[in-house]
């Protein structure tokens, strides 16, 4: 089966940075997704590891494990914009393209 | 990245009928899949929506109740039957595109069934 955990809620300041840690279980694996969901809105691509380390992208960025099924988005010089629920998704293998997501963390910014 | 058009983007339906909601992409995709999201929780995935053959469905769904097409290889339709309110949500359509590593997904269509 699969398993993936997320924080439920997190609340940090304005400016600040704040780290999303994502853990999965999963019978294989091809990649990680990181993905921001504003309140009615669709989910929108973040960030993409599959291989360990870090990868930067602007104010963000995301880190893996693989031997740790660990994974973690970094948020730098928080907006209040960045107010949003992320998901963490995992890709089983290459045969199986579709993405499982755990249960998603409400990030809220405060001032 | 696409451009996703789906539709409806929500729907109030009776309960025992049934609504189609379409998803075109404009540019060519590898996958489709169809998602859905209950209020405050995270997206489950329905099926995989394979061109030109039946769906293959996650455990949970089956096709009588999510019938799913895929005539060509950027247009999609699911069908929710025989509603009831249980299946209030929101469904979403996905697709993995040729040459980006990122899924996109439509707008969503929030359905509430009555």
């Known amino acids: 089966g699969q398993n993936i955990d997320q924080p439920t809620e997190m609340t940090a300041t304005e400016g600040a940075i704040v780290q999303i840690n994502c853990t999965y279980q999963?019978?294989?694996?091809?990649?990680l997704f990181w993905y921001q969901q504003h309140a009615g809105e669709a989910p929108t691509f973040l960030s993409y590891?599959?291989?360990?380390g870090l990868e930067e992208k602007g104010r963000f960025s995301s880190f893996l494990s693989r031997s740790k099924g660990y994974s973690y988005l970094l948020l730098k010089e928080l907006q209040m914009k960045d107010s949003a629920s992320y998901l963490c998704?995992?890709?089983?293998?290459?045969?199986?393209?579709?993405?499982?997501f755990g249960s998603g963390t409400r990030l809220q910014v405060q001032p | 990245s696409a451009v996703i058009s789906q539709k409806p983007s929500r729907d109030i339906c009776q309960r025992g009928t049934s609504l189609t909601i379409q998803c075109q992409v404009d540019?060519?995709?590898?996958?489709m899949f169809w998602y859905r999201q209950q209020p405050g929780q995270s997206l489950t995935l329905i099926a995989t929506?394979?061109?030109?053959?039946?769906?293959?469905?996650e455990s949970g769904f089956v096709i009588d109740k999510f019938p799913i097409s895929r005539p060509n290889l950027t247009f999609s339709t699911l069908t929710v039957s025989n509603m009831s309110p249980e299946d209030s949500s929101i469904y979403l359509c996905?697709?993995?595109?040729?040459?980006?590593?990122?899924?996109?997904f439509g707008s969503g269509t929030r359905l509430t069934v009555v």
């Open positions: 996905s697709v993995e595109v040729v040459g980006y590593y990122g899924y996109t």
């Open positions: 999963t019978s294989g694996f091809n990649g």
């Open positions: 590891n599959v291989l360990d």
């Open positions: 998704a995992v890709r089983e293998h290459t045969g199986r393209r579709a993405l499982t």
């Open positions: 540019s060519q995709v590898t996958m």
């Open positions: 929506a394979n061109q030109g053959s039946e769906a293959t469905y």
